[in-house]
């Protein structure tokens, strides 16, 4: 069984649905650590100590948060500014995050037609991510597609809301149990893609 | 009775008069008082009566000196000079010794000219130490070097005290004996002697270490002022008899006093106490200096006595400048030290009137010499002046050390008050590497504090006294928490007045005296319960639910939208003023006003903060 770290930012955690939805979809999961950034530095000051032992204390490394400006809540950008150090998470002796499996959550507004090339956005989710699939290729990270929500501006049914908080939670299961195809869900544009031609079952 | 205090009245008039005019023409104070004194003298207008005892008298005022000086001077910065002190103090006696006594042996045997070359080797540590620190030099690498030649001839002072009798080849003209009358040492054994000045010097240490310390809250505790003067002119006083009996140099035991008591709670209180004393002892030390020269003397011998001024300064220079060489000083710190010692001390006076009384010199060498040394005395102070102009017309600009190093630990800030938010504040500021001089009124704190390690002195702030003692001359800010609104009050418009330059800090009890210190032009005021109120309240509403980040910057946005009606209130508030009639009134008013100004408080920035829109709607 692997051990799961999910650091959850979201800054209006009160006016949230999906995050909120599947935040506590995966709530009480065993294996599962749900880390809020905003709740526990409100002023900014990151305990990097903390972090860096709750990190070597997991094996997947999920930022669970809403894609802000196509990018993440400006706590992540702190967050690797501050824990990623020179000499733990990268450089000839940084060797600390090697191996673990790191991937992002996301919710973002525009759908799935509007990140392509053509599209209102230009950029596929894939490509926008860029920044962060190089610094977990430098922290050897091995980086996994986003579990990603999208279309949500108009905000979703309900029923909706429900079936994407479970396959998030089917997900992150199925990374604890290592039921997930990593060698095809690396292809994939996002892991929530194809759900069941990825997890296998037990 | 009515003698007394008219002498006493010719030197303060004098003074009065001379130091401010010499001040003027930039002649510095010393100087002032030189003049002063040749004025009142026998030559000019012949006002005063005995000046060797008047100066004899007055000597103490150099006592008192150095007990200021070891008070600034800690153990540990002391150690840290011992090299410059055995070192360049050392190597200066000898050397300057050796090359005046060496010429003198063309006229004299070789124990008149040993002891001449001593005696003529020292400096003046009165007007040299004085002159530092009015130019403010005294914190500086020369100016150090310099306090630390003086230090090592303070201490060759009593060897040679203890030689100058050895080298008597005529008879004795007095019986030799200088103890203070209680009791005379030099009955006893050598090893008793040694043992009694040991136990003396022992008996300061723990005096200073150990027994200041309860005696002094005592009399804290009295909050009779006086009474610590008393006590403080009691301590420098006995102390210098205690080292007269026993044949050392009081201004040595009183130095050693002093360092020993500079890690005091006190250390600032004791300052301001004796300051006053030693500055007009002093003054009318120097002003006897001025009267003393014999002009019917000079006049006679004018070839003589200029030959001396001249051989004198030239010698003592070149030593001092051959000791910089060796000591690898600067160029610029090597001029400084060769000019500042270039004279004689005051200390020859007394030693030429003891190996006048020993035997060892006789009437006739010892009095052009004794001009000669008041000259260079007078001459000093103008030799700084020359140094400052030669210094002027080619200021090359030298290197500078690394100046990207930001010692923080050279700002200089007092704090005043250190109650339950001082305490606090203390504590962050050392956490940063500043150390504040912390000023308290209560004895009792102070003690406890000190325990703790922090660097608290006992006094009351509102003295102008203390807090030029505490540094306030040249600090740079002035951090006020004291919690009585009149002492803050008084302590804002003396440093107003007295401190242009210094910034000043400071907490305020409520929102009222805020509105007060902003009348006085105070910009960083901090309302002493405002920031708790709003923690507590940022917890409190966690804990009813609200999302942890959210709480925060409500409270955040508050404390802003708070900070920016202040001015606005303050406006209210003094043009209601007068229609308030008691301060509860006063204070339920301004209550109403808040409220309804929170009402208003634009919240929206809150609500529309991350509800971000679709840019295609």
């Known amino acids: 069984m692997k051990k799961i770290l999910i650091l959850f930012a979201h800054p209006a955690i009160a006016r949230s649905t999906m995050n909120r939805a599947m935040k506590e979809a995966v709530a009480g999961l065993d294996g599962v650590t749900i880390h809020d950034l905003y709740s526990s530095y409100p002023d900014f000051y990151i305990d990097v100590g903390y972090e860096q032992r709750l990190c070597e204390e997991h094996d997947v490394i999920i930022f669970q948060h809403p894609f802000y400006w196509y990018s993440t809540p400006s706590i992540i950008k702190e967050w690797l500014d501050l824990v990623l150090q020179h000499g733990w998470a990268y450089g000839s002796e940084g060797r600390a995050l090697e191996g673990k499996h790191y991937c992002h959550a996301l919710t973002a507004g525009g759908d799935d037609t509007t990140y392509r090339g053509q599209g209102a956005n230009l950029f596929t989710i894939g490509e926008l991510l860029a920044p962060y699939r190089a610094t977990a290729n430098l922290c050897r990270l091995r980086w996994l597609p986003p579990f990603a929500v999208l279309g949500i501006h108009r905000g979703l049914p309900d029923q909706l809301i429900r079936s994407h908080a479970s396959n998030y939670r089917r997900v992150v299961t199925a990374l604890r149990d290592e039921q997930l195809d990593l060698q095809t869900v690396s292809d994939a544009a996002y892991l929530n893609s194809n759900l069941s031609s990825v997890i296998r079952q037990p | ?617």
């Not at chain 2, 500079?262 to 120097?286: C, Q, T, V, W």
């Not at chain 2, 301060?583 to 008013?589: F, I, L, R």
Request: some cysteine; charged content about 20%; hydrophobic content about 50%.
């Open chain 2, 1 to 617: 009775m009515e003698h007394f205090l008219l002498q006493l009245f010719i030197f303060l008039t004098a003074a009065t008069i001379a130091v401010p005019a010499a001040k003027k023409l930039g002649l510095g104070s010393v100087l002032g008082y030189l003049i002063a004194g040749i004025i009142i003298g026998p030559y000019v207008l012949s006002l005063i009566g005995d000046i060797e005892e008047v100066m004899h008298f007055t000597e103490f005022g150099v006592v008192m000196m150095l007990f200021l000086v070891g008070l600034e001077l800690k153990p540990s910065l002391l150690w840290q000079m011992r090299v410059p002190i055995l070192g360049m103090g050392g190597l200066q006696v000898v050397l300057t010794t050796i090359a005046i006594a060496a010429p003198a042996l063309f006229f004299l045997n070789w124990q008149q000219s040993l002891a001449i070359g001593m005696i003529l080797a020292l400096s003046s540590t009165a007007i040299v130490l004085q002159t530092l620190r009015e130019k403010g030099l005294m914190d500086t690498p020369p100016g150090r070097s310099v306090f630390s030649v003086l230090l090592f001839q303070d201490l060759a002072v009593i060897p040679m005290l203890a030689l100058l009798p050895l080298l008597a080849t005529g008879a004795a003209h007095g019986d030799g004996h200088h103890g203070g009358g209680l009791f005379d040492i030099q009955a006893l054994p050598t090893y008793l002697r040694i043992l009694v000045t040991l136990l003396a010097i022992g008996f300061i240490f723990v005096l200073g270490k150990y027994g200041s310390r309860p005696i002094f809250r005592a009399i804290a505790a009295t909050r009779v002022r006086e009474i610590f003067v008393a006590a403080a002119l009691a301590l420098v006083v006995g102390i210098s008899l205690l080292m007269t009996v026993v044949g050392l140099s009081p201004a040595l035991g009183t130095f050693l006093a002093g360092v020993v008591l500079a890690n005091s709670e006190y250390r600032h209180e004791l300052e301001s106490d004796i300051e006053p004393f030693k500055g007009l002892l002093l003054g009318i030390f120097f002003i006897s200096i001025g009267a003393s020269l014999n002009f019917s003397l000079i006049g006679n011998e004018i070839a003589l006595i200029s030959g001396l001024v001249i051989g004198l300064i030239a010698i003592k220079s070149l030593i001092l400048y051959l000791v910089g060489l060796i000591f690898k000083m600067a160029q610029k710190e090597r001029r400084l030290l060769t000019v500042a010692l270039a004279q004689g001390g005051e200390f020859a006076f007394v030693l030429f009137q003891l190996s006048k009384t020993n035997g060892v010199l006789t009437d006739e060498l010892i009095d052009p010499l004794i001009s000669a040394v008041a000259i260079s005395m007078f001459l000093a102070p103008l030799l700084f002046i020359l140094h400052e102009k030669i210094l002027d017309r080619d200021s090359a600009p030298e290197e500078q050390g690394d100046s990207d190093v930001i010692d923080r630990s050279g700002h200089k800030v007092i704090l005043a008050g250190f109650g339950r938010l001082g305490t606090d504040l203390g504590r962050l500021l050392i956490s940063a590497g500043i150390r504040p001089v912390i000023l308290d009124h209560d004895a009792s704190n102070v003690d406890v504090l000190r325990r703790f390690g922090f660097e608290v002195y006992y006094g009351d702030v509102t003295r102008l006294d203390l807090l030029e003692a505490a540094g306030a001359g040249d600090a740079e800010l002035l951090i006020i928490t004291i919690g009585n609104v009149d002492k803050a009050r008084a302590l804002v418009t003396l440093c107003q007045k007295h401190y242009p330059h210094l910034q000043i800090a400071l907490s305020s009890a409520d929102r009222a005296a805020a509105y007060e210190f902003i009348d006085m032009g105070i910009t960083v005021i901090k309302r002493e319960t405002f920031d708790s109120a709003l923690a507590l309240g940022c917890d409190v509403l966690q804990l009813l639910g609200m999302p942890t980040y959210e709480a925060h910057r409500l409270t955040r946005l508050f404390r802003r939208k708070d900070e920016e009606m202040l001015p606005e209130l303050h406006k209210i508030f003094k043009s209601d003023r007068d229609h308030y009639v008691s301060m509860y009134q006063k204070h339920n008013a301004e209550l109403e006003e808040l409220m309804l100004l929170d009402t208003n408080v634009d919240m929206e920035e809150i609500e529309r903060a991350w509800t971000a829109g679709n840019p295609e709607e």
